[in-house]
């Protein structure tokens, strides 16, 4: 029959210092005697006392021959006191990670492949580590944390921290199998150009020579699937000097959305600060810079002069925009999402002509 035996551990335990102030009042001696007797120095004397510097054997004999208490009474105060804190630290610690997790669409990240499903708290902290490319929680936090003053640049921070931090990371990795060309202005908006006469074909096909396209002028393109409460339908930023990257996340699942998008991205890496993460997506007021991508994107898809014959001529009919579309070299449902946009057709009205978009699961 197996033995069992009980142990004595309380949630409770003193610094060994406070044994030796006791005994320091009892003798009348102060802490600067006790280090003169001792030979030891009154800044580590002070620093045991207050329990910041841990009881040596050396000390503790020391201690036995002035105080009169047992080098290994004290020692075993020490070890107890030691031992007790790093049961504490060591539960704070897992509260920690286990509340970090828990934070992160964990089963998201597994389903997508992004890692195996961890067995433990501690080793899906160690997963999530590993596939954001940083050494500690703290790490973590200086690099994707709501601290991080680059995302706040944009009026859309609605989305939630840790889904949006998983969703960009989702993106770099996606932008970093892509094989990307040395970055051009010039190369960039000749691609542009180009990307913009894809857009009335299937996107099936479209897409793909948009990312050649924009890898062609030095700038990654990725679309990633949505994570549940990241509100954005895009972002951009620079991952490196010389390394843009466009994120898109589809969200709205039509490709007037997703073309403008792409453009807007675009306009931030053309007009905008090579420090900021710019997030697109916000259902709430829009900041100068928004609004200036805004205007670039919409100006782009159609120019001004074009538009404003267009809008004077104001027949918004089935037949018309499919005209004016195909005069312009640009997918119909665009035009009917600009319309929509300045409430010149109802958001019910020639839906139809817009694309709507499903993810494949692969």
């Known amino acids: 029959m197996a033995k069992t035996s009980n142990q004595y551990r309380p949630d409770y335990t003193v610094p060994t210092g406070w044994v030796?102030?006791?005994?320091?009042?009892?003798?009348?001696?102060?802490?600067?005697?006790?280090?003169?007797?001792?030979?030891?120095?009154?800044?580590?004397?002070?620093?045991?006392?207050?329990g910041k510097a841990p009881v040596e054997?050396?000390?503790?004999?020391?201690?036995?021959?002035?105080?009169?208490?047992?080098?290994?009474?004290?020692?075993?105060?020490?070890?107890?006191?030691?031992?007790?804190?790093?049961?504490e630290s060591e539960s704070k610690d897992a509260a920690a990670i286990e509340a970090w997790v828990k934070s992160f669409p964990v089963q998201e990240l597994v389903k997508r492949g992004a890692f195996e499903k961890p067995k433990s708290p501690s080793?899906?902290?160690?997963?999530?580590?590993?596939?954001?490319?940083?050494?500690?929680?703290?790490?973590?936090?200086?690099k994707y944390g709501a601290a991080?003053?680059?995302?706040?640049?944009?009026?859309?921070?609605?989305?939630?921290?840790?889904?949006?931090?998983?969703?960009l990371r989702l993106t770099e990795t996606k932008a970093a199998s892509q094989t990307v060309?040395?970055?051009?202005?010039?190369?960039?908006?000749?691609?542009?150009?180009?990307?913009?006469?894809?857009?009335?074909?299937?996107?099936?096909?479209?897409?793909?020579?948009?990312?050649?396209?924009?890898?062609?002028?030095?700038?990654?393109?990725?679309?990633?699937?949505?994570l549940p409460k990241v509100r954005l339908s895009g972002a951009a930023w620079w991952l490196a000097p010389g390394k843009p990257l466009?994120?898109?996340?589809?969200?709205?699942?039509?490709?007037?959305?997703?073309?403008?998008?792409?453009?807007h991205e675009a306009a931030h890496i053309l007009l905008h600060s090579k420090k900021s993460v710019f997030l697109d997506g916000t259902n709430g007021e829009v900041d100068g810079v928004e609004a200036e991508a805004n205007q670039w994107a919409t100006d782009f898809l159609v120019p001004k002069a074009a538009w404003g014959h267009f809008a004077r001529i104001g027949d918004?009919?089935?037949?018309?925009?499919?005209?004016?579309a195909e005069d312009q070299g640009i997918a119909p449902g665009i035009l009917v999402g600009r319309l929509q946009h300045e409430k010149r057709l109802q958001w019910n009205k020639l839906n139809g002509l817009k694309v709507k978009l499903k993810w494949v699961e692969k």
């Open 20 to 50: 030796i102030e006791e005994r320091l009042a009892a003798q009348g001696l102060s802490h600067a005697e006790l280090a003169r007797r001792c030979g030891r120095s009154p800044k580590l004397i002070s620093e045991i006392i207050a």
């Open 57 to 87: 054997p050396k000390t503790a004999l020391q201690l036995e021959r002035v105080l009169g208490i047992d080098a290994s009474v004290l020692l075993g105060i020490e070890s107890h006191y030691q031992l007790h804190q790093a049961r």
């Open 123 to 142: 080793a899906t902290a160690s997963a999530l580590l590993s596939f954001f490319g940083v050494g500690s929680i703290e790490a973590w936090q200086a």
């Open 148 to 167: 991080n003053v680059a995302y706040r640049h944009s009026p859309s921070f609605e989305s939630d921290e840790f889904a949006l931090a998983t969703w």
């Open 181 to 226: 060309a040395d970055y051009s202005e010039s190369n960039f908006k000749q691609a542009l150009h180009k990307v913009r006469e894809l857009t009335g074909d299937p996107i099936e096909s479209s897409l793909p020579k948009a990312i050649s396209l924009f890898n062609g002028a030095g700038v990654a393109l990725a679309l990633v699937k949505p």
């Open 246 to 263: 466009v994120a898109l996340s589809a969200r709205h699942k039509t490709d007037d959305h997703l073309w403008f998008s792409l453009f």
């Open 316 to 324: 918004y009919s089935e037949g018309n925009i499919r005209m004016f």
